[in-house]
Structures are given as structure tokens and as C-alpha cells.
């Protein structure tokens, strides 16, 4: 008997993603390159499942019906390129390689290109919701040709989180939409992340809050509006008690944020394009600074105390609010860039679409999604949420509570990067005349690079200084 399906790479992801498909009656044949780790899966995780473990690639692939389908879950980066040079001589045309990792959309296309010339079909797949999604759901985001993605059209359907609305997933677009749109949802995911640490920063340093008493607020939280996969999160981590201390183990953790790439690809995709994403990329700073410990440590003596701040526990309501306002913005900046991208590079995104599988599995699934679908189908084209009436008054409402947050953050000395870039972002879209033309005048008077007019048209330069 063959399998109908293959999975290579059997670390966290790739073992769950194999039983998920596995479990929902496929058989699966698997391969990884170390084969102790296969051996480990087999005798540890597979129990009536349909699992056919390979030790051998060519056996591996032999093992599978044709045209076959191999999802390959290893590192992003060259363990690709690696893994891809190995399969292919034992593929045949018309067989289908899965790319699930995350990996950068621009190999994706030079993977895509390459393979097509052998006749193999490619989709690189997003797929979110780190090990438990991928054994019990994730949110599946595809992309290449429609004819490959209709070759597993019905596994990935299958095998995706479920809502109200559908499985999670779609046919994301053309060549590698789907590892863009996985690279900005983790884009998304480091700001609102970032957002909640600095709300929880505030509460623990100036509301003095402990860990118990955040956790109470953000499990209260996950009850309302901001219900979400990372808010439900938070108020576990905050429950989590070290044994050996027993103290919140969330105390004891070293405050140095790591990151794989994404967030950093995100930020620097967008100033590319041109699309401004301050939050997305703040985010990203904020990891890198976090890094900065020792420097810190001394420069935080040298500047001497700071977090005297007169403020109660009424400021959590505008706290609740301000998270709101953040994790709304870095959403629809977000947006903007996948919207931008799928013009440059004809990825052909439905954003509703990208917004409808993110609404399980995932690790940005949130309640507040319904309420971006909703903007969106206002207005399909609107590539800005903030040009809609109804996204501008919900974030006028919550701005009085914001600038009181960051009033108090402020005197606190508190850094508060992604909601500090998220009133900037508003306050700069909706400013009529910015200081460019001031900056337009500097760039003309020390290079000679001209400006425009607002009183005619034409380009202009004017001699600022006397050359000798
Ligand atoms: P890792 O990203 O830690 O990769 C480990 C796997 O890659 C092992 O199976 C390893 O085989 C294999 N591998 C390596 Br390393 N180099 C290889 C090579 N040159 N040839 C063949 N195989 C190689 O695993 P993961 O955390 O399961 O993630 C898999 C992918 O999914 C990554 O792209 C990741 O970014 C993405 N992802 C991860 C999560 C998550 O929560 N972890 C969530 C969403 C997406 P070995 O056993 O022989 O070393």
C-alpha cells in the first residue's frame, strides 16, 4: 500500500502536522534526515494512525502514490535548498513539493521557478499555530499555482482549525503569496506582542500590580473585545508558578526577546515597497534592544530612578483600550502591506480571505478579526482600514484613554514603542500638511535634489547658498 501523502522533517512541527493528517484518515509517509529522530516519532507519538516511516529518500519517496505530495517541515533556509536537491532526482513530473516552513517569500520564488523547470509543482505554504495547532488545526495559507493547491485542496481542508466561517485555509494567490502573507502575520504577531508586554510592563511597574492580579485583568480581557489567542496566553503564562521558587515563573525569565527572521523580513519588505508599517518594525527594535542587557543594567543606574508616577488602578479601563487601539493599527498596517505586495508582485490576495483564516489556528486568531472583516467589506479595495468612517471612530474613541496611557508611561519614563508608534501613525495619516516640505527644502539645499510646489507644477531647485 502507498501513502497518499509525504511529510520530511520530523521536529516539533512536522511530527504533530503528520499525525493531524494522519488522524484525519489519510496515511502519511515520513522521512527525516536524522533517523533516530523517526525512529523516536514512531516508537513514541504513532499509535493507530497510518504512518509508513521511511529511512532511506528514495524509499521514501517511492512509498508515496503518484503525483506524489511531500510536505517539507526542516529549517527555513538552505536546509530547503538541501532537502529539495536531494528529493529531486527520485521525483517524476507532475509531483508536488509543500514548502510548510517559513520560509522567505523570495526563495519561495526562486524554489518555484527552478522546480517548474523539472516539471514539479511547488506551493509554499504558511501554516500557523506553532506544535498544538499543527496537531489540532492550524491556519493553512497556500500559495503558487491553483493546480497544485488543488492537488490538496481536501488534506489541507481537512486537517485546518475550524470556525463559524470555514476551514482555515485558502488559496492564498500566486507564487509566494502564501509565505508572504505567513512572514506579515508574523509581523503582526511580534507588534502585538510587543503591545502587550508594554501594557503589562505598565501594570507591574507603575499600577504595581503582581503577576496574579495581571493575570485577573488579562483573563477579564480575553472575555471582551480583546479575546485572542495571545491575551489568553498571557494570563496563563502570568498563572504559571515555578516550582522550584515558587515564585510566577514569568518573574524569573531573562528579559531578552530572540527572534527567527520573520518580524525582521516584515519590516524590511515593507520599507521596499514603500508601505509604512512603524509598529511592525518598532517591534522588531524593540527584540533587538531588549538584547542590549548589560548596556542597560549601567545605563539604568546612570540615569537614575525612574516609574514614580501618581496612577491607579482606574487606569486600567484606558489600559483595555489603548491594547485595542494597538493591536487594531498593527493589523491594518499589516494589511496595507500585503495589500501593496499583491499589486507589485500579482499574488492576487483576498484580503477577506486572509482575514477569514486567520480567525483560527493561528497565533494572531482574534476577536477583533470579525470587526476588520466587517471595514473590509465596506470597502473590498481600501487597501487603508483608517479610510474607513466606521475604523476611524472606533479608534477616536479609544485615543482619549491612549494619550492618557501614554501621558503617564511617558512621566513614568516607561518606553511604550508600539503604542507610542501607533498614535504617531494615526496622527501622521491624518495630518493634512507634515513637515516634509521643510525636509524637501534641506534635501535641495545641500544636494541639489529639487522639490515641487503646492503653487504650480513643475520641478524646482533654487541656488540656497553661494558656491565659491
Ligand atoms: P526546526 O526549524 O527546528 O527544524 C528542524 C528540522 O529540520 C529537523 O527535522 C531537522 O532534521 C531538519 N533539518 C535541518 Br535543521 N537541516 C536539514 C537539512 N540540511 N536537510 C534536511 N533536514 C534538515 O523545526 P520546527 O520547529 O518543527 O519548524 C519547521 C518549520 O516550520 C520551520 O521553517 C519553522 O520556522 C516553521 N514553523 C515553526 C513553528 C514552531 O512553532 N516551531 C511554527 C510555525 C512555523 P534533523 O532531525 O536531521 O536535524
Same mark, same amino acid.
Given at each position: ?9 520530523? $521536529? ?27 525512529? #523516536? ?5 504513532? #499509535? ?20 506524489? #505530495? ?15 536537491? %536531494?528529493?529531486?532526482?527520485?521525483? %517524476? ?54 493546480? *497544485? ?14 470556525? !463559524? ?26 507588534a502585538i506582542m510587543q503591545a502587550i508586554s508594554e501594557i503589562y510592563d505598565l501594570m507591574r511597574k507603575v499600577l504595581?500590580m503582581?503577576?496574579?492580579?495581571i493575570?485577573?485583568v488579562f !483573563?477579564r480581557w480575553n472575555?471582551g473585545e480583546l479575546?485572542s489567542?495571545l491575551v489568553?496566553?498571557t ?7 515555578? %516550582? ?13 526577546? !530572540? ?10 519588505? $515593507? ?8 509598529s511592525?518594525?518598532t517591534a522588531?527594535? *524593540? ?17 537614575? !530612578? #525612574?516609574?514614580?508616577v501618581?496612577a491607579d488602578k482606574s487606569l486600567l479601563q484606558d489600559l483595555e483600550k489603548s491594547l485595542l487601539f494597538a493591536v487594531f493599527l498593527s493589523f491594518s ?10 499589486? $507589485? ?21 482574534a476577536?477583533l ?21 466606521? *475604523?476611524?471612530?472606533f479608534l477616536k474613541e479609544k485615543l482619549p484613554s491612549v494619550l492618557k496611557v501614554s501621558s503617564v508611561a511617558r512621566e513614568a519614563?516607561l518606553p511604550m514603542p508600539v503604542l507610542s508608534s501607533c498614535i504617531d501613525y494615526l496622527f ?19 544636494? $541639489? ?20
Open positions: 500500500m502507498k501513502a497518499q501523502i509525504g511529510v520530511v522533517g520530523l $521536529a516539533v512541527m512536522g511530527q504533530n502536522l503528520a499525525l493531524n493528517i494522519a488522524r484525519n484518515g489519510y496515511s502519511v509517509a515520513v522521512y527525516n534526515r536524522t533517523a533516530e529522530r523517526t525512529k #523516536k516519532f514512531v516508537e513514541e507519538r504513532v #499509535k493507530a494512525e497510518k504512518i509508513l516511516p521511511s529511512y532511506d529518500l528514495q524509499h521514501f519517496v517511492q512509498s508515496i502514490e503518484r503525483p506524489r #505530495k511531500i510536505i517539507l517541515m526542516v529549517k527555513a533556509g538552505t536546509p530547503v535548498d538541501e532537502m529539495i536537491e %536531494e528529493l529531486l532526482p527520485f521525483l %517524476e513530473r507532475g509531483d508536488l513539493l509543500i514548502d510548510a516552513g517559513n520560509s522567505h517569500y523570495a526563495d519561495t520564488n526562486r524554489r518555484l521557478d527552478k522546480l517548474s523547470e523539472h516539471g514539479i509543482l511547488y506551493l509554499g505554504t504558511g501554516v500557523s499555530g506553532g506544535e498544538y495547532g499543527a496537531l489540532h488545526g492550524p491556519s493553512i495559507m497556500p500559495g503558487g499555482t491553483l493546480q *497544485a493547491y488543488k492537488l490538496v485542496e481536501d488534506v489541507f481542508l481537512k486537517i485546518a482549525a475550524k470556525t !463559524e466561517d470555514g476551514p482555515c485555509c485558502t488559496y492564498v494567490g500566486n507564487r509566494s503569496a502564501g509565505h508572504f502573507v505567513k512572514m506579515v502575520h508574523n509581523g503582526i504577531e511580534y504595581k503582581n503577576s496574579e492580579e493575570g485577573q !483573563e472575555n479575546s489567542f489568553e496566553i494570563y496563563k503564562i502570568m498563572r504559571r508558578i515555578d %516550582e522550584e521558587t515558587n515564585k510566577p515563573l514569568v518573574e524569573l525569565i531573562l528579559d531578552k526577546a !530572540e527572534q527567527k527572521g520573520t518580524g525582521k523580513w516584515t519590516a524590511q519588505t $515593507a520599507l521596499d515597497l514603500g508601505v509604512p508599517t512603524p511592525l518594525s522588531v527594535f *524593540a527584540r533587538t534592544i531588549s538584547h542590549f542587557k548589560e548596556q542597560r543594567e549601567q545605563l539604568s543606574k546612570i540615569f537614575g !530612578e #525612574k516609574h514614580k501618581n498596517q499589516g494589511l496595507w502591506l500585503i495589500s501593496e505586495a499583491s499589486v $507589485a508582485y500579482n499574488y492576487n490576495i483576498d484580503l477577506l480571505e486572509v482575514l477569514r483564516i486567520w480567525k483560527g489556528g493561528c497565533i494572531i486568531r476577536k478579526l470579525d470587526f476588520l472583516r466587517r471595514i473590509l467589506k465596506e470597502n473590498p479595495q481600501n487597501v487603508n482600514l483608517l479610510a474607513s468612517e466606521t *475604523a476611524m471612530n519614563s501622521s495619516l491624518t495630518e493634512e500638511n507634515l513637515p516634509a516640505n521643510l525636509i524637501q527644502a534641506q534635501r535641495d539645499f545641500f544636494g $541639489a535634489h529639487t522639490f515641487e510646489r503646492i503653487d504650480k507644477e513643475g520641478t524646482f531647485h533654487v541656488e540656497w547658498q553661494e558656491l565659491e
